[in-house]
């Protein structure tokens, strides 16, 4: 056998290997296992095994010379120490370098051929470790090329008789030298391919889940409905490739959205086996005939469906399901995607309980803002108007009606939203107390387009914040300021700013504002802490309220307030009475 006989016969051993790794990574779960330096002793073995089987075939790939074996055991050995790092290089190189000693085939070359591939595999792990994880095919082939090289060497010094050792690298050195280097070239190539794809996969799966996570976030916290259900139906039907979506609870269908919508009805119960057995057991199935999915109906168009139970706090809540037809069939890909969006749609339903929470808390902080803040305003108050009942009744009758007014409104903690022309007739209530107790002392400027009157506010929001410039603010120089407030509104929110030209603060005073601690007194700023925090609980960080402030020239509150997505008509409010 010549030379080139020999490259021609291993350049077809070497082509049935690489086509049978390529199809082994795609079409198993192995591509899962990944190739890094830092991999669990678990996927290390396992990496081990995989490239050192590779290099048995590539032994068993080549041909008999001269009692040896021209093989291509360096393109798997090599490339397994350069993606998994020195343990699995040497452990892929003990394998197949002890099974070409050990095993099989023997000769005169047994040894320094399987040294050589424990040496080839050793070498490339360790010159990983300079690589990280930017390897690629240059490495590969160029630690071949010298590998094999000293390869040979080995071969001629450590073999006898050296006459026969001559012989067979001059027959066998060349092909070896050329195959090997470009099999490894192509096999690290073939697995960065591989793996690459299934990043990029994997990627677009996250990114098509979070897609959708984003676009139902607001439907499934208010709670599994049928409403929550046939939204959330919809915005995944339409933007992942199945030929239907459905969302049960334990008894009945809640929403279906595609083919089979004749049959598979809302409000209905369940017609599948599949689904009935999927709540009964607790786990997600994947289903590949209509056999399996058990549908009652003749003539069901589903061939495949995925059905993932909907978790909340340890109980099962009702299913999510993707189904396939034979023209749109499902993959396992296609289940991995209904899991991932079980998953989601379970934690919003359990942010629904959250948000329930939060809205209990923002109301028991309501509550107790008025405990601390109603006493001392109301000594305050019945001071100033006891002052007024010998030198002007009338006047006094005008502060007990806003005072009046003021109370009724502030005792009534049970209010989820007021309108903006009710926070404002409170305010000015409260205004035109604190003006007859200090006179000129306290300016008001009030700018207020109409169109925002009836715009929904949670109650005591803008007061606490303008008395907090009244007592910290202005009522700290002795001829005392203004307060400006003003309050615009387009189509998406509600902007108000309350500005006055008091004292200001520090920068340490402001920043204690906004720490999320627990609240002693009054003097903490209560008001003002428990309007920064019911607002970013209700609406979220985005709409928290700003403070600017500097010392001796005033403070800044601005805060916006969004348009709900179900806003409520004026009728809809709730109000104090007369």
């Given at each position: 056998?010549?030379?080139?006989?020999?490259?021609?016969?291993?350049?077809?051993?070497?082509?049935?290997?690489?086509?049978g790794?390529?199809?082994?990574?795609?079409?198993t779960?192995?591509?899962?296992?990944?190739?890094r330096?830092?991999?669990?002793?678990?996927?290390?073995?396992t990496?081990?095994?995989?490239?050192g089987?590779f290099?048995i075939?590539?032994?068993?790939g080549?041909?008999?010379?001269?009692?040896?074996?021209a093989?291509?055991?360096?393109?798997?050995?090599i490339?397994?120490?350069?993606?998994?790092?020195?343990l699995v290089?040497?452990?892929?190189?003990?394998?197949?370098?002890?099974?070409r000693i050990?095993?099989?085939?023997?000769?005169?070359?047994?040894?320094?051929?399987?040294?050589?591939?424990?040496?080839?595999?050793?070498?490339?792990?360790?010159?990983?470790?300079?690589?990280?994880?930017?390897?690629?095919w240059?490495?590969?082939?160029?630690l071949?090329?010298v590998?094999?090289?000293i390869?040979?060497?080995m071969?001629l010094?450590?073999?006898?008789?050296y006459?026969?050792?001559?012989?067979?690298?001059?027959?066998?050195?060349?092909?070896?030298?050329?195959?090997?280097?470009?099999?490894?070239?192509?096999?690290?190539?073939?697995?960065?391919?591989v793996?690459?794809?299934?990043?990029?996969?994997?990627?677009?799966?996250?990114?098509q889940i979070l897609?959708?996570?984003?676009?139902?976030?607001?439907?499934?916290?208010?709670?599994?409905t049928?409403?929550?259900?046939?939204?959330?139906a919809?915005?995944?039907?339409?933007?992942?490739?199945?030929?239907?979506?459905?969302?049960?609870?334990?008894k009945?269908?809640?929403?279906?959205?595609?083919?089979?919508?004749?049959?598979?009805?809302?409000?209905k119960?369940?017609?599948?086996a599949?689904?009935?057995?999927?709540?009964?057991?607790?786990?997600?199935v994947?289903?590949?005939?209509?056999?399996?999915?058990?549908?009652?109906h003749?003539g069901?168009?589903?061939?495949?469906?995925?059905?993932?139970p909907l978790?909340?706090?340890?109980?099962?809540?009702?299913?999510?399901?993707?189904?396939?037809?034979?023209?749109?069939e499902?993959d396992?890909?296609?289940?991995?995607?209904?899991k991932?969006?079980?998953?989601?749609?379970?934690?919003q339903?359990e942010?629904?309980?959250i948000?329930?929470k939060?809205?209990?808390?923002?109301?028991?902080?309501?509550?107790?803002l008025?405990?601390?803040i109603?006493p001392?305003?109301l000594?305050?108050?019945?001071?100033?108007?006891?002052s007024?009942?010998r030198?002007?009744?009338n006047?006094?009758r005008e502060?007990?009606?806003?005072?009046?007014?003021y109370?009724?409104?502030n005792?009534?903690?049970?209010?989820?939203?007021?309108?903006?022309?009710?926070?404002?007739?409170q305010?000015?209530?409260?205004?035109?107390?604190?003006?007859?107790?200090f006179?000129?002392?306290?300016?008001?400027?009030?700018?207020?387009?109409?169109?925002c009157?009836?715009w929904?506010?949670?109650p005591?929001?803008?007061?606490?914040?303008?008395e907090?410039?009244?007592?910290?603010?202005?009522?700290?120089?002795?001829?005392g300021?203004?307060i400006?407030i003003?309050?615009?509104?387009?189509?998406?929110?509600?902007?108000?700013?309350?500005?006055?030209d008091?004292?200001?603060m520090?920068?340490?005073?402001?920043?204690?504002?906004?720490?999320?601690?627990?609240i002693e007194s009054?003097e903490?700023?209560?008001?003002?802490?428990?309007?920064?925090?019911?607002?970013?609980?209700?609406?979220?960080p985005?709409c928290?309220?700003?403070i600017?402030?500097?010392?001796?020239?005033g403070?800044?509150?601005?805060?916006?307030?969004?348009?709900?997505?179900?806003?409520?008509?004026?009728t809809?409010?709730?109000?104090?009475?007369?």
């Open positions: 056998m010549n030379p080139e006989t020999l490259i021609i016969t291993l350049a077809e051993r070497f082509g049935l290997i690489v086509a790794a390529f199809l082994l990574l795609t079409i779960p192995i591509h899962k296992i990944g190739f330096k830092t991999s669990p002793k678990a996927t290390i073995a990496q081990i095994l995989i490239f089987i290099g075939l590539g032994t068993y080549g041909n008999f010379v001269f009692q040896s074996v093989n291509l055991r360096a393109m798997a050995v490339t397994g120490g350069l993606f998994g790092g020195p290089g040497l452990g892929a190189g003990l394998i197949a370098g002890g099974h050990l095993i099989d085939f023997g000769g005169f070359s047994a040894v320094p051929c399987g040294l050589a591939t424990v040496l080839e595999g050793t070498a490339a792990g360790l010159i990983s470790l300079k690589l990280a994880n930017r390897m690629d240059r490495a590969a082939a160029g071949a090329f590998g094999e090289i390869h040979m060497i071969v010094y450590l073999s006898s008789p006459s026969e050792a001559l012989k067979l690298v001059e027959l066998i050195a060349l092909p070896m030298i050329i195959l090997n280097t470009f099999g490894a070239a192509i096999f690290a190539q073939v697995i960065n391919i793996f690459r794809y299934g990043t990029k996969r994997d990627s677009i799966q996250a990114q897609d959708i996570a984003n676009l139902t976030v607001g439907h499934l916290r208010s709670g599994l049928m409403e929550s259900a046939m939204e959330t919809k915005i995944i039907f339409f933007n992942v490739s199945v030929a239907a979506v459905a969302i049960t609870d334990n009945n269908v809640l929403a279906h959205i595609g083919v089979g919508d004749d049959h598979h009805l809302p409000g119960k369940i017609r599948t599949s689904t009935l057995n999927a709540l009964a057991q607790g786990e997600p994947f289903l590949d005939s209509s056999e399996k999915i058990g549908c009652n003749r069901c168009p589903f061939t495949s469906a995925a059905v993932v978790h909340k706090k340890g109980e099962i809540l009702g299913t999510l399901k993707l189904y396939g037809t034979k023209k749109k499902l396992l890909l296609s289940f991995e995607i209904a991932g969006l079980a998953n989601l749609c379970s934690t339903l942010l629904e309980e948000q329930i939060e809205q209990m808390l923002a109301h028991a902080e309501i509550r107790r008025q405990a601390q109603n001392h305003f000594f305050n108050s019945l001071n100033t108007v006891t007024f009942c030198t002007n009744p006047r006094a502060l007990l009606l806003e005072l009046s007014s109370m009724r409104k005792l009534d903690s049970s209010r989820g939203y007021i309108p903006l022309s009710e926070e404002l007739a305010l000015k209530s409260y205004l035109a107390i604190e003006q007859a107790r006179g000129d002392r306290i300016k008001v400027d009030i700018t207020v387009e109409k169109e009157e009836d929904p506010i949670p005591l929001i803008i007061q606490p914040l303008v907090n410039s009244v007592k910290h603010g202005i009522m700290g120089r002795e001829e300021g203004q400006t003003s309050i615009q509104c387009d189509r998406r929110q509600l902007s108000v700013s309350i500005k006055d008091g004292v200001g520090s920068q340490a005073k402001l920043d204690q504002l906004f720490e999320k601690k627990k009054c903490e700023g209560i008001g003002v802490r428990n309007c920064i925090q019911r607002i970013e609980q209700i609406y979220g985005q928290k309220i700003t600017t402030s500097k010392l001796n020239e403070t800044c509150v601005s805060f916006k307030i969004p348009k709900l997505r179900n806003q409520p008509r004026k809809d409010f709730q109000t104090t009475t007369s």
